[in-house]
T-cell receptor, first 113, second 114 residues
Framework: AQTVTQSQPEMSVQEAETVTLSCTYD???????LFWYKQPPSRQMILVIR??????QNATENRFSVNFQKAAKSFSLKISDSQLGDAAMYFC??????????FGTGTRLTIIP | KAGVTQTPRYLIKTRGQQVTLSCSPI?????VSWYQQTPGQGLQFLFE???????NKGNFPGRFSGRQFSNSRSEMNVSTLELGDSALYLC?????????????FGQGTRLTVV
């Protein structure tokens, strides 16, 4: 079974600074997809960024980028120039190309003004 | 276009009762998935429906069931409610094209069982 591990239950960062959230996963598959979702207090999960395992290039979406290390099964999220609106729970998730997402336990990110 | 709509937003039920939650996906999306979110177990996949057929299923007892209608709207039913069923139930819709398409989530239904 696939598992996703987020070892940092909580993280905090000064506004405008950079923070990295960690995620590791376990799978025997070679083709899969990885995601970072954000869940603000409104509870609605929002996709932040996605990565296809067959792509070596790390995905980037504006201030958000990932460091995807396939051999190490690591998928960290870097948030640059942190903003107050980035405060939320962040979930790392794995998918085999179907609609079933396996989530990690989440990291609560606090932004310090 | 309108997002994923879940109703009701909040629900309080008594042990032993049953409950039905509703999810209206984004227009054009044929796949609807359901997740249970609790502080102890985190986010767990319940099931996924595509074109009125259950296509994937998680590890939940048979008390949890669902269905999807021809307009892609989906309902989830929990029978004989237990205290442990108290959770945030999230619905997600996607176009389910080839490869992992983006799942769009609703705001969830907060179910409290007393």
């Amino acid at each position: 079974a696939q598992t996703v591990t987020q070892s940092q239950p909580e993280m905090s960062v000064q506004e405008a600074e950079t923070v990295t959230l960690s995620c590791t996963y376990d799978t025997s598959e070679s083709d899969y997809y990885l995601f970072w979702y954000k869940q603000p207090p409104s509870r609605q999960m929002i996709l932040v960024i996605r990565q296809e395992a067959y792509k070596q290039q790390n995905a980037t979406e504006n201030r958000f980028s990932v460091n995807f290390q396939k051999a190490a099964k690591s998928f960290s999220l870097k948030i640059s120039d942190s903003q107050l609106g980035d405060a939320a729970m962040y979930f790392c998730a794995y998918n085999l190309g179907n609609e079933k997402l396996t989530f990690g336990t989440g990291t609560r990110l606090t932004i310090i003004p | 276009k309108a997002g994923v709509t879940q109703t009701p937003r909040y629900l309080i039920k008594t042990r032993g009762q049953q409950v039905t939650l509703s999810c209206s996906p984004i227009s054009g999306h044929r796949s609807v998935s359901w997740y249970q979110q609790t502080p102890g177990q985190g986010l767990q996949f319940l099931f996924e429906y595509f074109s009125e057929t259950q296509r994937n299923k998680g590890n939940f007892p048979g008390r949890f069931s669902g269905r999807q209608f021809s307009n892609s709207r989906s309902e989830m039913n929990v029978s004989t409610l237990e205290l442990g069923d108290s959770a945030l139930y999230l619905c997600a819709s996607s176009s389910a094209r080839q490869g992992a398409t983006e799942a769009f989530f609703g705001q969830g239904t907060r179910l409290t069982v007393v």
